[in-house]
């Protein structure tokens, strides 16, 4: 049983810091703004984010800040500021300690309606882990409000 609790942590510790890697490696966005990095505590970071894809880059920005501690970010708590901008805390957890969220299998087209900023993040990182297991490292996403006001999140895996 030892034995297999370290080969699992081993084999998490390796998958956080490869998509850790890989992610850093794709940060380079042509958007004219980005989510900003407000306040960093270990091991917790804050980002203020203005919407659901300078959301998604604040998660995937925080998943390389919480590598250097071989854990994954948690959002621990969303909120606003006086001049109306969206805060996210995250905290990095080693990632067996992570809540189990309701994993939805992906589709082919990686494609999900969803109402709130914490499904978003949840399924931001269980498409980021399907793209990583596929053999595609890197992830793009897209995102509409649909006429009935839901909003639907696209993923694309990709090799680049």
């Known amino acids: ?3 297999q ?3 699992c ?4 510790i390796g998958i956080t810091t490869a998509m850790a890697l890989l992610l850093m490696a794709s940060c ?3 958007r004219s703004s980005s989510p900003q990095q407000v306040e960093v505590s270990n091991p917790t970071v804050t980002y203020k984010y203005r919407d659901d894809v300078e959301l998604v880059e604040a998660n995937q920005r925080a998943i390389t800040y919480c590598a250097q501690y ?3 970010p948690q959002a621990q708590s969303f909120s606003r500021d006086t001049d109306g901008r969206n805060i996210v805390i995250f905290e990095c957890l080693p990632s067996a300690s992570l809540p189990v969220a309701p994993l939805r299998e ?3 087209d990686l494609r999900y309606d969803y109402r709130t ?3 978003l993040l949840d399924l931001s990182r ?3 882990v399907y793209c990583l297991n596929s053999g595609a490292p890197e992830m793009d996403s897209n995102i509409v409000v649909n006429a009935n006001g839901s909003k639907t999140v696209t993923f694309r895996c990709s090799q680049r």
């Open 117 to 119: 900023d914490q499904e």
């Open 126 to 128: 269980n498409a980021q």
């Open 9 to 12: 942590m081993k084999a998490t």
């Open 28 to 30: 380079v966005s042509t």
């Open 70 to 72: 071989q854990s994954l």
């Open 5 to 7: 609790s370290n080969h």
């Open 106 to 108: 992906p589709n082919a």
């Open 1 to 3: 049983m030892i034995i």
